[in-house]
Protein backbone atom coordinates (compact mmCIF):
# COMPACT_ATOMS: atom_id res chain seq x y z
CA UNK A 1 0.00 0.00 0.00
CA UNK A 2 1.29 3.12 -1.14
CA UNK A 3 1.67 6.13 1.31
CA UNK A 4 0.65 9.78 0.55
CA UNK A 5 2.14 12.31 2.34
CA UNK A 6 -0.21 15.03 3.65
CA UNK A 7 0.72 18.51 3.37
CA UNK A 8 0.62 20.62 6.97
CA UNK A 9 -1.98 23.23 6.96
CA UNK A 10 -0.72 26.66 9.10
CA UNK A 11 -2.97 29.18 10.03
CA UNK A 12 -3.22 32.55 7.96
CA UNK A 13 -0.34 35.12 9.07
CA UNK A 14 -3.06 36.83 10.44
CA UNK A 15 -3.78 33.89 12.85
CA UNK A 16 -0.73 33.49 13.25
CA UNK A 17 0.39 36.46 14.70
CA UNK A 18 -2.88 36.52 17.11
CA UNK A 19 -1.45 32.79 18.45
CA UNK A 20 1.87 34.52 18.72
CA UNK A 21 0.96 37.48 20.81
CA UNK A 22 -1.63 35.58 23.48
CA UNK A 23 1.40 33.46 23.73
CA UNK A 24 2.98 36.72 24.58
CA UNK A 25 0.68 37.77 27.41
CA UNK A 26 0.07 34.06 28.76
CA UNK A 27 4.25 33.79 29.31
CA UNK A 28 4.01 37.22 30.76
CA UNK A 29 1.26 36.54 32.90
CA UNK A 30 2.97 33.07 34.39
CA UNK A 31 6.14 34.85 34.93
CA UNK A 32 4.95 37.63 37.29
CA UNK A 33 2.72 34.99 38.83
CA UNK A 34 5.96 32.86 39.61
CA UNK A 35 7.84 35.46 40.95
CA UNK A 36 5.14 36.35 43.49
CA UNK A 37 4.83 33.02 44.33
CA UNK A 38 8.39 32.48 44.92
CA UNK A 39 8.66 35.10 46.93
CA UNK A 40 5.82 34.12 49.34
CA UNK A 41 6.92 30.31 49.50
CA UNK A 42 10.09 31.31 50.20
CA UNK A 43 9.52 34.05 52.77
CA UNK A 44 7.26 31.65 54.57
CA UNK A 45 8.89 28.78 54.06
CA UNK A 46 11.91 30.17 56.29
CA UNK A 47 9.49 31.37 58.82
CA UNK A 48 7.99 27.98 59.41
CA UNK A 49 10.80 25.82 58.78
CA UNK A 50 8.89 24.16 55.96
CA UNK A 51 11.37 22.55 53.28
CA UNK A 52 7.95 21.74 51.11
CA UNK A 53 7.30 25.41 50.92
CA UNK A 54 11.00 26.35 50.18
CA UNK A 55 11.36 24.07 47.40
CA UNK A 56 7.91 25.26 45.82
CA UNK A 57 9.57 28.27 45.87
CA UNK A 58 12.74 27.42 44.00
CA UNK A 59 10.21 25.59 41.83
CA UNK A 60 8.48 28.94 40.91
CA UNK A 61 11.64 30.28 40.08
CA UNK A 62 13.15 27.50 37.83
CA UNK A 63 9.92 27.93 35.91
CA UNK A 64 10.27 31.62 35.38
CA UNK A 65 13.31 30.89 33.58
CA UNK A 66 11.78 28.62 31.39
CA UNK A 67 8.75 30.69 30.70
CA UNK A 68 11.65 33.29 29.43
CA UNK A 69 13.06 31.53 27.27
CA UNK A 70 9.73 31.15 25.59
CA UNK A 71 9.31 35.01 25.90
CA UNK A 72 12.34 35.39 23.74
CA UNK A 73 11.64 33.57 21.17
CA UNK A 74 8.08 35.24 20.84
CA UNK A 75 9.73 38.65 21.56
CA UNK A 76 10.15 38.35 17.61
CA UNK A 77 8.00 39.32 15.48
CA UNK A 78 9.04 37.72 12.61
CA UNK A 79 7.97 34.12 12.08
CA UNK A 80 11.13 32.41 11.06
CA UNK A 81 13.16 34.18 13.53
CA UNK A 82 10.83 32.59 16.25
CA UNK A 83 10.99 29.11 14.60
CA UNK A 84 15.09 29.64 14.23
CA UNK A 85 15.19 30.29 17.97
CA UNK A 86 12.66 27.19 18.93
CA UNK A 87 15.46 24.50 19.24
CA UNK A 88 17.51 26.71 21.78
CA UNK A 89 14.38 27.90 23.90
CA UNK A 90 13.20 24.38 24.30
CA UNK A 91 17.24 23.48 25.29
CA UNK A 92 16.31 25.93 27.92
CA UNK A 93 12.74 24.24 28.87
CA UNK A 94 14.74 21.05 29.02
CA UNK A 95 17.59 22.11 31.50
CA UNK A 96 14.29 24.01 33.63
CA UNK A 97 12.83 20.32 33.88
CA UNK A 98 15.67 18.89 34.72
CA UNK A 99 16.99 21.52 37.59
CA UNK A 100 13.56 21.13 38.84
CA UNK A 101 13.74 17.57 39.17
CA UNK A 102 17.07 17.46 40.74
CA UNK A 103 15.98 20.12 43.43
CA UNK A 104 12.81 18.57 44.38
CA UNK A 105 14.54 14.89 44.74
CA UNK A 106 17.48 16.93 46.78
CA UNK A 107 15.09 18.36 48.58
CA UNK A 108 12.49 15.19 49.41
CA UNK A 109 15.24 12.81 50.46
CA UNK A 110 16.65 15.35 52.80
CA UNK A 111 13.24 16.47 54.35
CA UNK A 112 12.69 12.07 54.29
CA UNK A 113 16.27 11.83 56.46
CA UNK A 114 15.51 14.57 58.77
CA UNK A 115 12.13 13.83 59.70
CA UNK A 116 11.43 17.30 60.49
CA UNK A 117 7.87 18.29 60.64
CA UNK A 118 7.12 21.91 59.77
CA UNK A 119 4.92 24.32 61.75
CA UNK A 120 1.48 24.96 60.31
CA UNK A 121 0.92 27.81 57.68
CA UNK A 122 -1.54 29.42 56.83
CA UNK A 123 -0.02 31.46 54.68
CA UNK A 124 1.46 28.16 52.67
CA UNK A 125 -2.31 26.38 52.43
CA UNK A 126 -3.60 29.43 50.61
CA UNK A 127 -1.50 29.71 48.13
CA UNK A 128 -0.66 26.06 47.11
CA UNK A 129 -4.98 26.50 46.78
CA UNK A 130 -4.68 29.76 44.60
CA UNK A 131 -1.94 28.42 42.24
CA UNK A 132 -4.51 24.65 41.73
CA UNK A 133 -6.56 27.30 40.48
CA UNK A 134 -4.42 30.08 38.69
CA UNK A 135 -1.94 27.34 37.25
CA UNK A 136 -3.98 24.93 34.98
CA UNK A 137 -5.82 27.96 33.27
CA UNK A 138 -2.25 29.15 32.31
CA UNK A 139 -1.24 25.80 30.99
CA UNK A 140 -4.37 24.79 28.99
CA UNK A 141 -4.80 28.19 27.27
CA UNK A 142 -0.78 28.50 26.47
CA UNK A 143 -1.18 24.74 25.05
CA UNK A 144 -4.31 25.33 23.05
CA UNK A 145 -2.11 28.44 21.30
CA UNK A 146 1.28 26.60 21.30
CA UNK A 147 -0.77 23.37 19.15
CA UNK A 148 -2.56 25.57 16.82
CA UNK A 149 -0.09 27.83 16.40
CA UNK A 150 2.81 24.38 16.19
CA UNK A 151 5.04 25.51 18.52
CA UNK A 152 6.76 22.96 20.52
CA UNK A 153 8.29 25.28 22.89
CA UNK A 154 5.26 27.34 23.61
CA UNK A 155 4.00 23.62 24.57
CA UNK A 156 6.52 22.27 26.43
CA UNK A 157 6.65 25.31 28.69
CA UNK A 158 2.95 24.74 29.24
CA UNK A 159 3.73 21.47 30.61
CA UNK A 160 6.20 23.08 33.28
CA UNK A 161 3.36 25.35 34.15
CA UNK A 162 1.36 21.83 34.86
CA UNK A 163 3.76 20.05 36.60
CA UNK A 164 3.45 23.70 39.05
CA UNK A 165 -0.29 22.38 39.59
CA UNK A 166 0.88 18.61 40.78
CA UNK A 167 3.15 20.41 43.03
CA UNK A 168 0.84 22.64 44.60
CA UNK A 169 -1.43 19.74 45.15
CA UNK A 170 1.86 17.88 46.50
CA UNK A 171 2.29 21.23 48.90
CA UNK A 172 -1.15 21.24 49.48
CA UNK A 173 -1.86 17.70 50.76
CA UNK A 174 1.78 17.66 52.69
CA UNK A 175 0.75 20.61 54.84
CA UNK A 176 -2.65 19.94 55.67
CA UNK A 177 -1.68 16.13 56.76
CA UNK A 178 1.37 17.25 58.42
CA UNK A 179 -0.84 19.87 60.28
CA UNK A 180 -3.66 17.73 61.33
CA UNK A 181 -1.85 14.51 61.69
CA UNK A 182 2.06 15.12 61.78
CA UNK A 183 2.69 12.84 58.86
CA UNK A 184 5.65 14.46 57.85
CA UNK A 185 6.60 12.34 55.33
CA UNK A 186 3.57 12.79 53.14
CA UNK A 187 4.67 15.85 50.77
CA UNK A 188 8.55 14.54 50.49
CA UNK A 189 7.30 10.91 49.41
CA UNK A 190 4.70 12.96 46.53
CA UNK A 191 6.95 15.02 45.58
CA UNK A 192 9.74 12.68 44.13
CA UNK A 193 7.03 11.28 41.95
CA UNK A 194 6.68 14.79 40.68
CA UNK A 195 10.38 14.72 40.46
CA UNK A 196 10.20 11.76 38.07
CA UNK A 197 7.84 13.23 35.58
CA UNK A 198 10.21 16.12 35.37
CA UNK A 199 12.85 13.97 34.08
CA UNK A 200 10.36 12.33 31.58
CA UNK A 201 8.88 15.86 30.22
CA UNK A 202 12.75 17.48 30.53
CA UNK A 203 13.83 14.27 27.95
CA UNK A 204 11.19 14.62 25.88
CA UNK A 205 11.37 18.45 25.80
CA UNK A 206 15.22 18.14 24.84
CA UNK A 207 14.25 15.38 21.90
CA UNK A 208 11.55 17.84 21.10
CA UNK A 209 9.04 15.92 21.58
CA UNK A 210 6.84 18.44 23.71
CA UNK A 211 3.87 17.81 22.39
CA UNK A 212 3.63 14.38 24.06
CA UNK A 213 3.33 15.92 27.17
CA UNK A 214 0.67 14.67 29.96
CA UNK A 215 -1.41 17.18 29.52
CA UNK A 216 -1.97 16.54 25.78
CA UNK A 217 -5.15 14.26 25.15
CA UNK A 218 -5.95 10.46 23.92
CA UNK A 219 -6.74 11.87 20.58
CA UNK A 220 -2.93 13.84 20.31
CA UNK A 221 -1.56 10.72 19.36
CA UNK A 222 -0.76 10.01 15.55
CA UNK A 223 -2.19 7.03 14.01
CA UNK A 224 1.26 5.28 13.45
CA UNK A 225 1.65 6.23 17.40
CA UNK A 226 4.10 8.91 16.91
CA UNK A 227 2.94 12.27 18.11
CA UNK A 228 1.18 14.59 15.76
CA UNK A 229 -0.57 16.98 18.16
CA UNK A 230 2.60 20.14 17.82
CA UNK A 231 1.43 20.16 13.94
CA UNK A 232 0.41 23.38 12.36
CA UNK A 233 -3.50 23.00 13.09
CA UNK A 234 -6.08 24.59 10.53
CA UNK A 235 -7.26 27.69 11.93
CA UNK A 236 -10.83 28.90 11.35
CA UNK A 237 -11.01 31.62 8.89
CA UNK A 238 -8.79 30.35 7.07
CA UNK A 239 -5.45 28.42 6.71
CA UNK A 240 -2.48 28.21 3.81
CA UNK A 241 -1.21 25.17 2.75
CA UNK A 242 2.17 24.39 2.82
CA UNK A 243 3.52 22.42 -0.88
CA UNK A 244 4.78 19.09 0.12
CA UNK A 245 8.89 18.94 0.06
Known amino acids: MSTTAVP ?9 EALARRIRWLVAGTIAYNVVEAVVALGEGVRVSSSALVGFGVDSAIEVASALAV ?29 LAAFVTADAVGALVAGQAAQHSTVGLVLAAVSLVVMPALSTAQRRAGRELGSRSAVADSAQTMLCTYLSAVLLVGLALNSAFGWSWADPVAALVIAAVAVRE ?13 TATADDAAPDGGCSCCAPAAAGGGAVEEPAR
Open 8 to 16: ALRPAPVRQ
Open 71 to 99: AWQFSARDPEVRERREHRALRVVAVSFFA
Open 202 to 214: GVQAWRGDACCAP
